[in-house]
């Protein structure tokens, strides 16, 4: 049997079935299948993961496969390495992660929230493992229709609302900017699948103009999903006002995702095309990933609410992430890989933190719980021990990924990143110890310090 | 083949037509004072995508691509995978256009009002 399309099929099954006969399960019912789909589908995952280590698994839909130098060289195929499948089962994780932590946090749930958490995982697999350019397209807009539906799941506050809108709106725009860039792609080349594109463009190569502006249209989209420097202002919102167990995909995985699509499109479509490109590719995202994050670093340690607090810690940490891409080196790209898992479970076990918090105080602002949370300390450790992983020390796999990265820069001659890594891991993993102490211990003062005006909306970045 | 120069121009034109719907819809979304009007400027904003889509695909004289009576199958016509891109593009727009909607009205059913900056300064 073919599992390769499984990833997918499965979850989008699932998710259609509940949505028409959902309404009449019992809650208790809906979370066993959400958390049996979800597993079945990690399960699949980590075989195709094992599957593909022995040479890439290529799946074309419908058997519809293009013929070599046909006239109509159409199909999309799924594209399975050990990369994107390992993504993917990790993608799986994380949902499962989400449905556990749901089982209890939600009061009432109705069967919209299992169908659209399905949907996203489907989505998420799909964007991962997919080998055609316009089917990524397809995947990223399903991604963003479904997080938006959660974003704003089952609330009637017009703050929650607007941050969904304000996410929605702006990944929408990102996208078009991506279609528009593969459909001039295609105009060159005649083709959409992202290894044929790459043979096409080393054959006959377009002028360095060409390759540079539909490279920067294409990933567009996937950096206002990455959240990377200036496209970040969405992130916060959109993580502030989504329930818990949503936040835990959102900061672990969906904008991890962005980044992921880039390193693909370049290594599949524009690693090898014959124009110099690299420079001018490594400068800006170098750049942009030092921007993001210390800039991510620096509103982090300024909030005092800890949705919003982590949020702008993952603005940070994906500045890091594109840094690690930026490099455009296979062993910082495995660093990278290594510190989007390490990160993904941090945060995961972080936003479950301030999910309990929430649950028990109403709140997660660390001037209004301050000192109130002693009677639950053990979240307090927890909360500490993930500073620590933000902080990039041992043995996390944090640590790894970043020394990874680090000893590449070293090499690459690209001294001043180890200061940027330094400072973005200092200032994030000092914000989380600075609210647990407050809200756990009771440290610090009761006004508001110098850093704490920028508490609410609208903190525009 | 020679070309009339008015294929010239059209060709032009459909690209200069899509980077205007892309901008003036941007602007629309950025200077929006209501909600919907923010929806509908983003569907200006798609249309600039389906005009690209369609330009791309698009060879002068050539029939569409409908092979029936007259049109024999594998004969040259107008590109098809773009169109069945831009038909793709508008499914998925429709599903985000709907989802914005049916936030607009439960903005607005909380809020009381639907422009972005009233509701902006509610949460402030």
Known sequence: MQLAPLPVVIPLAVAAALAAIGSFLPRRVLDAIALATSTTVLIVCIVLTRKSSGGVIVYWFGGWQPAAHSRFPVGICFMIDPLSAGLASFVCLLVLASFTFSWSYFESVKALYQVLMLVFLAAMCGLCLTGDLFNMFVWYELMTAAAVALCGYESEESQSLQGALNFAVTNTVGAFLSLSGLALLYAFTGSLNMTELGRTLVENPPSRQFVLVTFLFVIAGFLVKAAIFPFHFWLADAHAVAPTPVCILFSGVMVELGLYAIARIYWLIFADVPVPLQDAIRTTFLIAGSATAVLGALYCFGQRHLKRLLAFSTISHVGLMLIGFALLNPRALTGTAIYVIGHGLIKAGLFIGAGILLHRFGTVDEYDIRGQARVILPIGVMMVIGAWGLAGLPPFATFFGEKLIDRVSVESHVWWLSFVIFIAEVLTAGAVLRFTARSFLGWGTRALNYFAWRTTYPDGW | ?124
């Open chain 2, 1 to 124: 083949m020679q070309l009339p120069a008015s294929h010239a121009v059209l060709d032009f034109s459909g690209y200069a037509v899509a980077v205007w719907l892309f901008l003036i819809g941007l602007y629309g979304i950025v200077s929006s004072r209501h909600l919907v009007h923010l929806c509908l400027s983003l569907t200006v904003v798609q249309a600039s995508t389906y005009v690209l889509l369609v330009i791309i695909g698009y060879r002068p004289g050539l029939p569409a691509p409908v092979f029936t009576d007259g049109v024999q199958p594998g004969s040259p016509a107008v590109d098809p995978i773009v169109q069945a891109l831009m038909l793709t593009d508008i499914v998925v727009e429709a599903t985000v256009v709907a989802l914005l909607l049916a936030i607009t009205v439960r903005i607005h059913h909380s809020a009381g009002t639907a422009d972005p900056k009233e509701v902006d300064m509610m949460r402030g």
